[in-house]
Every structure is written in structure tokens, then in C-alpha cells.
T-cell receptor
Framework: GENVEQHPSTLSVQEGDSAVIKCTYS??????FPWYKQELGKRPQLIID?????GEKKDQRIAVTLNKTAKHFSLHITETQPEDSAVYFC?????????FGKGTRLHILP | NAGVTQTPKFQVLKTGQSMTLQCAQD?????MYWYRQDPGMGLRLIYY???????DKGEVPNGYNVSRLNKREFSLRLESAAPSQTSVYFC???????????FGSGTRLTVV
């Protein structure tokens, strides 16, 4: 089955700097890669997603890149703000189910 | 438009007790899912239902059963609760093709 590895588990960046979270997946047939943000005590919320026929996607300060050959995908957050502090999950989908990474806790330092 | 509704929000069970977690969605989504979330473990898929009338095991199905009652409702049952099932449980649903999940607000279950 699919296995998704996510790094780092914790990340601290200065406000205004960029943050990068990296994931790898094992199943080459996976074709959809969403990213979710979860604030403390809240439900996960989709922030951006990418399909396997696209190499990069951007939405304001957030971008995702996908390298299908290497089975890597990454989340980039630029000009980080205090409200970006949360846990971020990457995921990969094959067929009907989505498998999540273990999450990255992002701290934005003042 | 409530999205995905889970009940209850909190529950404490004694070891060996049974209970059913309820989930309902009003977005006419075909697919529904149950995940559990434990510290440092991310979200792990318990069971899913790709469409009404079908259910399949996920990554961690042992100790659980599910019922897709109709297109709107997907319940998760613990027949004999164990302390290892202490967790936050999330239900999610998605459209058949796009697969973007909408999560419920979660059920925090403690088994003592």
C-alpha cells in the first residue's frame, strides 16, 4: 500500500521568512497530492492540492511542487505570518483512499 | 449547509463497552471516510466507503466496524472498546472525482 513520509516533524521560522515542508510517497500510481492545515483543536482544512499531471501550483503565499520521477512533493510558504502557525499534513491518493503523512508542526517566531 | 456533522463531540467509555460514532454529510458526496488521529501519528485511515453500499478496510481497521446506512450517513462502531482506541476520530467526505476532503469537527474518545 501507499506510504507517505513527511519531514521535518517540527519547524520553526522567523516571521517573514519562508517555510518548506517535504514529503515522499511510495506508490507510483498515486495521482493526487493534497496539503491540509490543522490549527489546535480544529479539523484539518485543505489549503492546496496538486494532480500528478502538474509540476507546480501556486496560491498567493503558498505553493506546492511535485517531482513524479523522484516521488517527492513539497509545500512552500513565503512571507510567513503568525496565523501560519499550525500542523501541516501532506497526503497522497491512489484510487479511493488518501494516506496522510505524520504532520509537521510549524512555529512562526516573532 | 452543515457540511459534515459528527456526533458525539466527546465520549468517555470503560474498557469493554461498545458505542457507535455517527457521521452525516449534506453535500451529496459519494465517498466517506473514518480516520483516527493520535499525537505524532498523523491521520490514519480506519475504513472508507467509496460509494453507497460499499465499505473497505483502511490502514488500521482492527477493532472497528462500519455501516454505510445511506448516501448521507457513515457510522463507526467499537464493539469492545480498548484503551488503545483512545483517540480523536474524524469523519470526512469527498466528491467522487475531485476527492477533496471535507472533515467533520471530530470526536474525542477516551477509553479508561
Amino acid at each position: 500500500g501507499e506510504n507517505v513520509e513527511q519531514h521535518p516533524s517540527t519547524l520553526s521560522v522567523q516571521e517573514g521568512d519562508s517555510a518548506v515542508i517535504k514529503c515522499t510517497y511510495s506508490d507510483s500510481a498515486s495521482n493526487y497530492f493534497p496539503w491540509y492545515k490543522q490549527e489546535l483543536g480544529k479539523r484539518p482544512q485543505l489549503i492546496i492540492d496538486i494532480r500528478s499531471n502538474v509540476g507546480e501550483k501556486k496560491d498567493q503565499r503558498i505553493a506546492v511542487t511535485l517531482n513524479k520521477t523522484a516521488k517527492h512533493f513539497s509545500l512552500h510558504i513565503t512571507e510567513t505570518q503568525p496565523e501560519d502557525s499550525a500542523v501541516y499534513f501532506c497526503a497522497a491518493r491512489r484510487d479511493d483512499k488518501i494516506i496522510f503523512g505524520k504532520g509537521t508542526r510549524l512555529h512562526i517566531l516573532p | 449547509n452543515a457540511g459534515v456533522t459528527q456526533t458525539p463531540k466527546f465520549q468517555v467509555l470503560k474498557t469493554g463497552q461498545s458505542m457507535t460514532l455517527q457521521c452525516a454529510q449534506d453535500m451529496n458526496h459519494n465517498s466517506m471516510y473514518w480516520y483516527r488521529q493520535d499525537p505524532g501519528m498523523g491521520l490514519r485511515l480506519i475504513y472508507y466507503s467509496a460509494s453507497e453500499g460499499t465499505t473497505d478496510k483502511g490502514e488500521v481497521p482492527n477493532g472497528y466496524n462500519v455501516s454505510r446506512l445511506n448516501k448521507r450517513e457513515f457510522s463507526l462502531r467499537l464493539e469492545s472498546a480498548a484503551p488503545s482506541q483512545t483517540s480523536v476520530y474524524f469523519c470526512a467526505s469527498s466528491e467522487a472525482l475531485i476527492r477533496r476532503y471535507t472533515f467533520g469537527s471530530g470526536t474525542r474518545l477516551t477509553v479508561v
